[in-house]
C-alpha cells in the first residue's frame, strides 16, 4: 500500500474513474490532483490538521496546482481526470471527562541545609509546603558554627490524573472531474475520530515514582501531536459514496466556471464562520469595505482598494508574475482575480476581481497641501486591515523604484507623508478623510517617517487608460459602464 503525501495542511485523495469515464472505478490509474483549501481557513488556524489517504499500489498522482488540474496546457500529455480536494473543516477538540486526586510525596532534601526546589514545582502550591520549608531552613546564629544535617524531608501531595477523550473531525468537498468531457461529480466526506487519553497533572519532578506514573499513562505531548498528526480517510467509504452518484455528473463551461462555483462554496463556509466569530474588530469605518488583503504566495502579503464594484487597484510589485491572485475581504469573504492591466514604470496594476466591493472615492481638487491629516489602510507586518496616521509632507517626483535611474522613464508624482507605511501597506490607499490621495508603494529604510504614496493624479490617469469608458465624476467616484 501507497500513502500520497501532501502539504502540511491538506493531502489529496486518489480516487478512480467513474460510468462514462471509465469502465469501472478501479481501471485508473493516473490523476492530477490539486489542493483547493480556503487559504483564509489555513492562515486563521480555522485547518487544525492535515489528512492523507492510501492508495493501491498500482496507483499514481501528479500534485498540480489547482489552475493547472483545471485548465491544463496539454490535455494529450497529461492525464485526462483531476481530483480537487477542498477541507473546509478539520477541527480538534478535548474534553476532561474525569479528574481525580491521587496521594504521592517527593523528598525535598534534610532538615537544616537549603533545599531547593524548582519555581514552577507544581509542589510549591501544596497546602501547607511553605510551613514546611520555614521549619526545615537552618537557623543561623552569630557566633555559633552550622549545625549537623537532620534527618531527611518527606513531603506529601496530590497529583491529578485526567481522562481526556480526544476528538477530530474533517469534512471536505471533493471534485472528480473529467477535464475531456469537462463534467464534474461533487460529493462531501465527513470524518470522525475518537481517542481516551490519562494523562497525570501537577505531578512534581521531585517525585521518586514520577516516571512510573508516567510510563503508565499518556502524555501532554502524545495528545497534542494526535490532534496535529494526519487524518486517515477510508478510500473505499469515498469510492462507494462517488459510485453512488456518477449519475450526478453536471457539465461545466470553463476553468473559471469550475473556479468560480469552489470559491462560491468556500464563501458561504467563510461567511458563516464569520456570523459566529467574537473578536475585537471595528466594523464602523465603511472604509474597510473598499480594502482587500492580496495573497501571492509564500508567505506575501499585499493591499488593494475597489475603483468599480468589479476592479481593484494595487501596487504592479504586489501582483507581479501571477496571472490570478487571491484575495480576502474586510468581511473575512474570500475571493480571486485576474489582472487586467499594469505598468511596472508606475508600479500599477488593476485586477478584475469576482465579489463585487465598495469602490472609494478620489480626491479632485488641487488644494493638497502639507501638514494635512492622512491614514493609511493596508495590512503591515500581515497586521490586516490596520490604520496608521500621518501627515503630507510633501509632494514630489521621484524616478521609478522598478526601475534603473537614469533609464526609468518620466519620474512619478508621489506624496510623501510620515504615516507608518510596512510591508503589507503596499497597494493600500492613502486617505483624506474618506478620499484616496494616493496609493501607498514605498517607504526609505534609511530613515523614519518617509513613504511615499502614488499620487491620485497618476492614479486616475492610469484608470483612464486601461479602463475605457470610465471616467472620475466631480464627486471623485469612478463612473462607467461596469
Known amino acids: 500500500m501507497k500513502v500520497l503525501w501532501t502539504s502540511f495542511y491538506t493531502a489529496l485523495l486518489m480516487l478512480g474513474a467513474l460510468p462514462a469515464m471509465a469502465a469501472s472505478i478501479t481501471d485508473l490509474k493516473h490523476v492530477v490532483v490539486a489542493e483547493a483549501t480556503s487559504q483564509t481557513l489555513l492562515r486563521s488556524g480555522e485547518i487544525d490538521f492535515a489528512a492523507s489517504f492510501a492508495l493501491n499500489d498500482d496507483m499514481t498522482a501528479d500534485m498540480v496546482e489547482l489552475g493547472e488540474a483545471l485548465d491544463p496546457e496539454n490535455l494529450a500529455s497529461s492525464p485526462r481526470y483531476a481530483i480537487v480536494l477542498d477541507v473546509f473543516n478539520a477541527k480538534a477538540s478535548r474534553r476532561v471527562l474525569n479528574l481525580k486526586s491521587f496521594s504521592s510525596s517527593v523528598f525535598l532534601g534534610f532538615?537544616?541545609?537549603?533545599?531547593?526546589i524548582g519555581p514552577d514545582d507544581p509542589v510549591r502550591g501544596a497546602e501547607g509546603f511553605a510551613a514546611t520549608i520555614a521549619n526545615a531552613a537552618p537557623q543561623a546564629q552569630y557566633g555559633m558554627a552550622p549545625q549537623a544535617v537532620g534527618p531527611p524531608i518527606?513531603?506529601?501531595?496530590?497529583?491529578d490524573q485526567a481522562d481526556?477523550?480526544?476528538?477530530?473531525?474533517?469534512?471536505?468537498?471533493?471534485?472528480?472531474?473529467?477535464?475531456?468531457?469537462?463534467?464534474?461529480?461533487?460529493?462531501?466526506v465527513d470524518v470522525f475520530e475518537d481517542r481516551r487519553f490519562k494523562i497525570a497533572y501537577r505531578l512534581?519532578?521531585?517525585?521518586?515514582?514520577?516516571?512510573?506514573?508516567?510510563?503508565?499513562?499518556?502524555?501532554?505531548?502524545?495528545?497534542?501531536?494526535y490532534e496535529r498528526n494526519e487524518l486517515l480517510i477510508e478510500l473505499s467509504d469515498v469510492l462507494k459514496d462517488l459510485q453512488a452518484k456518477t449519475s450526478e455528473a453536471k457539465p461545466y463551461t470553463s476553468?473559471?466556471?469550475?473556479?468560480?462555483?469552489?470559491?462560491?462554496?468556500?464563501?458561504?463556509?467563510l461567511e458563516d464562520l464569520e456570523a459566529?466569530?467574537?473578536?475585537?474588530?471595528?466594523l464602523n469605518d465603511p472604509r474597510f469595505d473598499s480594502v482587500v488583503a492580496i495573497y501571492t504566495g509564500k508567505g506575501s502579503l499585499g493591499s488593494g482598494f475597489y475603483v468599480t464594484p468589479t476592479v481593484i487597484m494595487t501596487n504592479w510589485h504586489v501582483v507581479e508574475?501571477?496571472?490570478?491572485?487571491?484575495?480576502?475581504?474586510?468581511?473575512?469573504?474570500?475571493?480571486?482575480?485576474?489582472v487586467l492591466g499594469h505598468d511596472a514604470r508606475l508600479d500599477i496594476a488593476l485586477v478584475k476581481v469576482e465579489r463585487r466591493g465598495r469602490p472609494v472615492a478620489f480626491f479632485t481638487g488641487r488644494g493638497l497641501n502639507p501638514g494635512m491629516a492622512v491614514e493609511a489602510i493596508g495590512h503591515p507586518m500581515h497586521n490586516e486591515f490596520s490604520i496608521t496616521r500621518g501627515i503630507v509632507s510633501a509632494i514630489r517626483k521621484h524616478y521609478s523604484i522598478n526601475l534603473p535611474k537614469w533609464s526609468g522613464g518620466k519620474d512619478v508624482l508621489f506624496v510623501q507623508t510620515d504615516a507608518a507605511v510596512n510591508p503589507g501597506n503596499s497597494g493600500g490607499p492613502l486617505f483624506l478623510k474618506n478620499r484616496v490621495i494616493g496609493m501607498n508603494t514605498w517607504g526609505r529604510t534609511d530613515s523614519t517617517g518617509m513613504n511615499f504614496s502614488i499620487h491620485y493624479s497618476e492614479l486616475i490617469n492610469f484608470i483612464n487608460e486601461h479602463l475605457i469608458g470610465y471616467n472620475v465624476d466631480p464627486t471623485g467616484r469612478l463612473k462607467g459602464k461596469g
Do not use: C, W
Open 154 to 159: 518527606i513531603f506529601a501531595y496530590y497529583y
Open 204 to 225: 512534581s519532578a521531585r517525585d521518586p515514582r514520577r516516571k512510573a506514573i508516567r510510563k503508565k499513562l499518556d502524555t501532554e505531548q502524545s495528545l497534542d501531536n
Open 321 to 338: 508574475g501571477h496571472r490570478f491572485v487571491e484575495m480576502k475581504t474586510y468581511d473575512g469573504a474570500e475571493t480571486y482575480g485576474t
Open 276 to 282: 459566529n466569530k467574537f473578536d475585537a474588530r471595528s
Open 164 to 188: 481526556v477523550q480526544a476528538r477530530r473531525k474533517l469534512s471536505a468537498r471533493i471534485y472528480f472531474i473529467d477535464r475531456q468531457l469537462k463534467t464534474y461529480i461533487r460529493t462531501t
Open 255 to 269: 476553468a473559471l466556471a469550475l473556479r468560480r462555483l469552489i470559491r462560491s462554496e468556500q464563501t458561504k463556509v
Open 111 to 116: 532538615q537544616g541545609a537549603p533545599l531547593s
